[in-house]
């Protein structure tokens, strides 16, 4: 503001600076705008998948606390799929379970039920696990082709750049500066693009491996459940006292004997 005033003053207009991010871009016309649009579009898609990734993967950790404290305290399978979220992904693995094993008696070929209780709880298990990768592999195009598409207005500012050169004769700032600044800031946008959309891959495929542990050991707990009439059931999450580790147990100390006077033990009366 003072440099505008100062300018005023002397009659004379303030420097404006023609080197800018919008400056830029409009030099570089419809091929630089619409690799612009590309990756704004494409990290407006990455940040979509990770949020409702994010949300739909801690909604299912979150109803795993139930199944622990709740499914496996209920009478039967039917009274624990109640006591679950409809469309969840465990509800779905006991109503899959149930619905197999209610299928089983209806085949003419002889089959083992634990062999069709498992190809039915591993096919269930696997398009829970199919859906939650949903979206993933756009993060991973996205983190791979992002740079190079900034490449290319990289490569076309450059090109830009010298075309004026040959044009002007000379390599003046004011021929290359405008070519130039707008081939780095394809760079630096295509950077920004693929770094969080890498970031964003990487831990969602961790948090689905987790889940996916989580989903096999309660299919598995399902099974033993199902194949052994309800024999096999695992321990409910219950909150019990117990004894702190590294501390032995004590015991009542047992009664003293009165000792005589020569420090040898009374004999018990007869």
């Known amino acids: 503001m003072l440099i505008d005033i100062l300018a005023a003053a002397g009659g004379e207009a303030a420097p404006q600076n023609q080197f800018g991010f919008l400056e830029a871009m409009e030099q570089g016309g419809v091929i630089a705008w619409t690799i612009f649009g590309i990756l704004v ?13 994010l949300f739909e993967q801690n909604k299912i950790m979150n109803q795993y606390k139930a199944v622990r404290t709740q499914f496996w305290r209920a009478a039967t399978l039917s009274e624990g799929a109640a006591k679950l979220e409809k469309n969840s992904a465990w509800r779905q693995l006991v109503d899959d379970g149930l619905a197999a094993e209610a299928e089983h008696n209806k085949l003419t070929d002889h089959l083992e039920a634990h062999d069709w209780l498992h190809g039915s709880l591993a096919r269930s298990e696997a398009s ?16 791979a082709t992002a740079p190079f598409i900034g490449l290319l207005g990289t490569v076309i500012g450059i090109y ?9 004769g000379s390599a003046s700032i004011d021929k290359v500066a405008g070519p130039v600044g707008e081939a780095l800031i394809m760079t630096a946008i295509g950077l920004l693009v693929a770094v969080p959309a890498v970031l964003a891959y990487n831990w969602l495929q961790s948090r689905n491996r987790r889940i996916a542990e989580l989903l096999s050991g309660f299919s598995t707990d399902l099974l033993a459940y199902m194949t052994s ?8 999450a219950t909150k019990t006292a117990t004894p702190q580790s590294g501390k032995p147990a004590t015991t009542a100390p047992a009664a003293a004997k ?6 040898s033990a009374t004999p018990p009366r007869a």
């Open 41 to 53: 579009i494409m990290s407006v898609g990455s940040f979509y998948i990770l949020i409702t990734k």
């Open 128 to 143: 829970i696990n199919a859906k939650l990768a949903g979206g993933l592999p756009f993060l991973a195009s996205v983190g």
């Open 229 to 236: 009439g309800g024999a096999i059931k695992p321990q409910a």
């Open 160 to 168: 830009r750049a010298l075309i004026n050169i040959g044009l002007a």
């Open 258 to 263: 009165p000792v005589t006077a020569t420090g």
